[in-house]
C-alpha cells in the first residue's frame, strides 16, 4: 500500500521569528513558499462513503487472486507464452471433451463419438447434423439456446415427431479416476430441462460452477463460434471485439481484464458525472459571486456613508483638530494609515501562518508512532513469510523423500505381483498340458477313423468336361451379346445426335416466342450504348437500394396490338430509351458508374411525382360517352412508377383513343369541359391522330391538326415470321419421328437379349450344379490326405507333451522371492510412516505460521486505517497552510508598496505640510486618539462629496448582497468536499488503469505478433492496435489493419474497404491468434472458412493445425463441409467424418472396419479372378 509523503524546502530566516527546525518535520519560515507541500501519491484506501470504486479497489489491492502486481509486467509478458498443459496419460487436459452422445435431437436419432485431445476436424456434407454437434455441445454444457443463434426455446432442439431427447457430455475431470459425465433431457412439450451429474439429478448452477472452474467460456465468440453467429461475429464492433479479447485471456494469470475494464467504464462514467456537477457548482458560485463583485463598490460606499454619518461629528468636534484636516494633509495621512492598516494584517497573517505550520508539524509527528507501527507490522510479516517458505521447502523435501518411498513400495508390489504371476502362470501351463495330452489322444483317435475310409475319385475328370463345355456355349452367348450392344450403342449415339439437333430448333423457337429477348435485340440496333448500360446495371443490382427500371423500351406491353403504333407515337425516342431510379443515392451510383466511368451518354433520370402529375382529364366513364375506348395509358402494361413516368412526360392519361370512328361524338367533344378549359388537345383514332390548337387572337377559336401515325417499329411483338416457325416446326417434327424410328429399333433387340439372359442363367445354373457336386469329392479327398498330415503331427507333439518336466522347482524359486520382498516391504512402509509424521508436524507448523502472518496483516490494514484518517487531516491542514502562506506573502507585498508610497508622498509633501504632519502625529501619539484609515478616507470624502453619495442604495439591495455572501460560503465548503470526492475517485481509476492498461497491451502485443506473422505466411501484413479514449473506457477498442496488396497500405477492416473473402480470412486468423494465448481448454469454430479461395483454405488449414497440434495446444473443434484434396495431416488431429440418413445401419458407424472390409473384399475378388483363370 502507497504511503503519503510530504516534501519541504530547507527554512530560511525572516527578521527574528523564525521558528527551531523540527529533527523529523522541516518547518515553513515566514518567507518560504509553504505553497509547494504536496502529496507524492495517494493512498489506495479512502474512508469516503461517496467513493465506492476507492473501497472496491482498496479490498482488491488485498486479494490474493490478483496477480501480477501493477507494476509485474515481465511476469505477464510470461504468462502470455505458451506454457505446458497438465496433461493425463490420454494426453486430455482438464475441462476437455472425451465424449459426446446426443439422442433424438435436431438431426439425429442418435450419435455416439469420442473426438481427440487436439484439433478435431469434422467434416461432412451439408445438411448432415455437422452444427447439431455442435449446438449438443453447447446445450449440454449448460448454455441457453439463444446463444446459438437459432430458437430460443430449447423444446426446439428436440428431434422432429420425437417428444424426448438428451444430450451426455463427458468431461475430462481433474485429479479424479472418472470424468465428469453431464447429461440435459429435454422434452419437446415444455421448455424445462433435467440435469444430471455422475448419473446423479442435479441443478443447472451445479453444471456452470463445474464449466467455470475449468474455463470453459461458451459464450465467449472468440472461443466458441457456431455457425449461426458467424455473420454476429463478423460485424461485431471494435469496443465489443475488445471485450470479448479479454475474456480469453481469463486463465492466464495476468489478471481479471474484464473486471478491471467494467469498473473504469462504470467509474468513468461517475468522475464524468462528477465532475459535471463540480463544474455546475463552481459555475453557480463564481456566478453569485460576479453578481457580489459588480456591487461591492456601490454596498461599500453605501456602508461608508453610514459610518461617516456617525463619525463626522466626533472628528469635527475640536476646531483646533480640525484645522489639521485640510485637504492635502488628508492626502497625506490617509497612504500612512493605509500602510498601518497594512502592517497590522500582515502582522496577523504571519502569527497565522505560524500556528498554522506548527499544527502541520505536530500533525505529523503524531503520525511517526503510527507509522513505525505498520512498518514493524509488515517487518513481522516479511519475517513471518520468510518462515513459511522455508517450512513449505521443508514440507517439498519430505513430500518428494516420500515420494521416493513410495516409488520403492510400488516397486516392491510390482516385482511381487510379478512372481505371483509366475506361479499361476506355472500352474496354468501344467494344467494346459494336461487337457491339451487328453486333445491330442482324442484327436488322434478322430483321425484314424477317417484315414480308414478313403474317398472314390472316380468322375472327376467327367465333371471337368463338361462344365468346360458349357462355358464355351457362355462364350458363344456372350459375343452374340456383344453383338446386340453394338447395336444398342450405334442407336444410342443417333438418337443423341437426333435430340440434339431437336433441342436446338427448339431452343430457336422458344426464343422466337421470347418477347423480351427479341426487344432487347431489337433495342441493342437502335441504341447499342443504352443497351450496354442496362446490362451494366442488371449485373449490379445489389449496389442499388431499390430497384432501377429498364428503359420503356424493353419494360412496357401493350395489351392489345390494336392501339400499338397509337401508344408508340405517343411516346418521345428519348423517352422511350431513358433509365428510371427511384431515389437520389441510385442515380447518383448510375451516373458515377456510367456516365463518369465509361463515358457513356445515356438517358438516366431520377423523376418525382406529384398527385396533380397523374389525375385523369375526366373520368373512364366521361371518356367512353364521348366515343372512345379509352386513354392512352389504359392500354399499357408496365410497373407502376414507369406508368407514373409516363403520364408526366407523354400525358397519356389526358390523350384518349378508339380503334374506329364509329363511336366518337365530336360534337360532344367540343362541347365537354374538359374542351372548353382547353385541356383536351390531342386525342387518336385508328392510325389518325387529331391535334387542337387555338387562336390567341380574335374570338380565339380552334383549329384542327390530323395526321397519320406509322405503323409500330417497337411494340409489334406479335409479327414473327411465320414461314421460319413453320420451317423450324416441321424440321422439329422429323427429329422426333427418326427418334421414334430408333426406338422401334431398341424394341426390337429387347426380346433377343432377354432370351440370352434366359439362356444364360440356365447354363450358369448347370455348371453351380456340376461344381458342387467336383466340389464335395474335392472336398473329401483333401480331407482325408490332409487327416494323414495331421496325424503324423499330433502323434509327434503328444510325445513332446508327455516328455514335459513339472512346474514345482519353479513355483518354489518365485514363493521365496515373495517372502524376500515381502521383508524388505514392512521396512519401507515403517520409513513411509515416519516420514508423514514429520510431514504432518511441518504441515500443522505452516498452517500456525499462516495465521500468524494473516493476523499481522490484519492488524497492519487496522493501523493503515488510522493512517488514512490522519493523512486526510494533514491534507486539509496543509491546505489551510499553503492559503495562509498565499495571503501572507500577498500582505507583505501589499504592506511594502503603502509604505513606499506613504514615504513618496511625504518627500514631495512641503515643508509646512510635513511640519503639521509631525504636529499631528506627535498630538495622536500624546493622546493616542489615532484616527482609522476608513475615518480619514471618510473625512477627505466629506469635504470633496459633502456627503451626497449612495443615495440610491436601498436596504433590499443590502439585504440580497448578504444573503448571496452567505450562499457562497456554504458553496465553497460543498465545492471543497466534492472536490475531495473527486480527487480520491480519480486517484482510485488511475489505480486501476495503471494495472489495466499495461496488462492489456501486453495481450494486444502478443495477439498482434501472432496476427502479424500468420499474414506474412500469406504474402500479406497484419496488425492489432489498441483505440484509446480521452474519457469513456466503453469506447476503448481493437482495431484491426490489413494489407493484402503489395501496392496498399495498412487498412483498418470494415465491411465497406475489404472483400468478405479478404474479412472472413482475418477472421479466422484473429481466432487463431487467440487460440495460441487461450487457456480455455478447448475451442470451436463453425464454417468460418466461407467465402475464401482454395488457396487461402489451404493455408489457413495448414497454420491451424500447426497451431493447434502442438503440445501446449488446447482441444478444437473445426466444423467444415469443404475438404480440399492433399492437405496437411498431423498424427495429432483427428477427423471425424459424419455419415448421416434416414437407411443408415446404426451399427455400420466404424469407419475403420468399412475400411478394413472394403480392403478384404477387393483382396478376395482378386483371388477368386486368380482361381476362376487356373481353372479355366
Known sequence: ????????????????????????????????????????????????????????????????????????QEYVAEALQPQERQRDADNFIPGSITRVVLHNFLTYDHVDFCPGPYLNMIIGPNGTGKSTIVCGIALGLGAGPKILGRSSDVNAFVKQDKTQGY?????????????????????????????????????????????????????NLCSFLPQDKVSQFAQMSPSTLLLETQKVAEGTGIGNLTEWHKKLIESGKTLNEAENDLNSMIKDRNDLEEMNKSQEREIERYRARKSIEKKVGILFVDYTILTFFQIDLLNLMIPFSRYSQSKTQYDQAKANRKRLNENVIKIERENLPLKQKISDFEKLIKESEDKRKDNE???????????????QLEQ??????????????????????????????????????????PPNEEGLREFEDQI????????????????????????????????????????????MDNVRQRRYEKFRSFDETTARTVEIINKNKDKFQEKVYDPAFLEVKVKDQSYAAAIESLINYNVM??????????????????IDKYKFRVNIVQPVFSSRDTEPLMTREEIRQLGFDGFAIDFIDAPEFIINYLKKSCFLHKIPVAKTADQVNLKAIEESSAFKKRELRRYLIGTESHSYNWSRYGKQAASTTTTFVRPSRVFNDTNADIEERQELEARIEEYKRRASEQDQKIEELIPKEKDLHVQERTYKGEIQRLDEQKSEIQRKRQEYFKAQATLHSTKKNLQKLEN????????????????????????????????????????????????????????RRSLNGYLNGYNITLSEASRELSQADEHYKSVKAESTRYLKIAQNEL?????????????????????????????????????????????NVSASIIEMFEHRKKVIEEQTQKIKKKQIQFDNLKASIDRIRSKWEPTLLKLIMAVSERFSKAFERFGCAGEVKLFRHATDYAQWAIEIYVKFRETENLELLTHQRQSGGERSLSTILYLMSLTELSKSPFSLVDEINQGMDSRAERLVHNQMVQVTCRDYSSQYFLITPKLLPNLTYHPKMKVLCVNNGEWLDEKRGNLKLLLKEHKDANAGIANGTQTLQAAV
Do not use: W
Open 1 to 72: 500500500m502507497a504511503r503519503r509523503t510530504l516534501k519541504r524546502r530547507a527554512p530560511s530566516t525572516d527578521e527574528d521569528d523564525s521558528p527551531p527546525t523540527n529533527k523529523t518535520t522541516r518547518q515553513v519560515s515566514d518567507d518560504e513558499d509553504i505553497g509547494t507541500t504536496s502529496l507524492s501519491q495517494r493512498d489506495e484506501g479512502t474512508n469516503d462513503d461517496d467513493n465506492e470504486l476507492a473501497e472496491n479497489d482498496e479490498d482488491e489491492s488485498d486479494d490474493a487472486d490478483v496477480k501480477p502486481t501493477i507494476m509485474d
Open 167 to 219: 444430450i451426455e457430455i463427458h468431461l475430462k475431470a481433474k485429479n479424479r479416476h472418472h470424468n465428469h459425465v453431464i447429461k440435459r433431457s429435454i422434452n419437446s412439450t415444455d421448455k424445462q430441462s433435467k440435469y444430471e451429474v455422475d448419473g446423479e439429478p442435479s441443478r443447472l448452477e451445479v453444471i456452470k460452477e463445474i464449466v467455470s472452474s475449468y474455463g470453459i467460456q461458451i459464450g
Open 393 to 407: 521447502e521443508d514440507i517439498q523435501r519430505k513430500r518428494q523423500e516420500m515420494k521416493e518411498v513410495g516409488k
Open 412 to 453: 516392491f508390489v510390482k516385482h511381487t505381483e510379478d512372481a505371483t504371476s509366475k506361479i499361476e502362470d506355472a500352474e496354468r501351463a501344467d494344467q494346459r498340458r494336461l487337457e491339451s495330452i487328453d486333445s491330442a489322444k482324442q484327436k488322434i483317435a478322430a483321425l484314424e477313423n477317417t484315414i480308414a475310409d
Open 468 to 511: 468346360r463345355t458349357i462355358r464355351q456355349s457362355i462364350s458363344e452367348l456372350h459375343e452374340f451379346g456383344k453383338k446386340y450392344q453394338d447395336i444398342r450403342r450405334e442407336v444410342a449415339s443417333e438418337k443423341q445426335e437426333i435430340y440434339h439437333e431437336q433441342s436446338r430448333y427448339e431452343r430457336i423457337l422458344l426464343s
Open 577 to 594: 430509351k431513358t433509365i428510371l431510379c427511384q431515389n437520389q443515392e441510385d442515380y447518383d451510383i448510375a451516373t458515377k458508374q456510367i
Open 804 to 859: 514335459m518336466p513339472s512346474s514345482a522347482a519353479e513355483k518354489q524359486k518365485y514363493k521365496t522371492l515373495i517372502c524376500k520382498i515381502t521383508k524388505q516391504r514392512i521396512d519401507e512402509v515403517e520409513t513411509y510412516t515416519e516420514l508423514v509424521k514429520e510431514l504432518t508436524q511441518l504441515i500443522e507448523k505452516s498452517e500456525l505460521l499462516v495465521l500468524e502472518e494473516v493476523q499481522y496483516d490484519a492488524n
Open 907 to 951: 518627500a514631495q509633501a512641503s515643508e509646512e505640510l510635513r511640519n503639521d504632519f509631525v504636529k499631528f502625529r506627535e498630538r495622536v501619539s500624546q493622546t493616542g486618539d489615532e484616527q482609522s484609515l476608513e475615518e480619514l478616507e471618510d473625512a477627505l470624502a466629506v469635504e470633496k462629496t459633502n456627503l451626497e453619495m449612495n443615495s
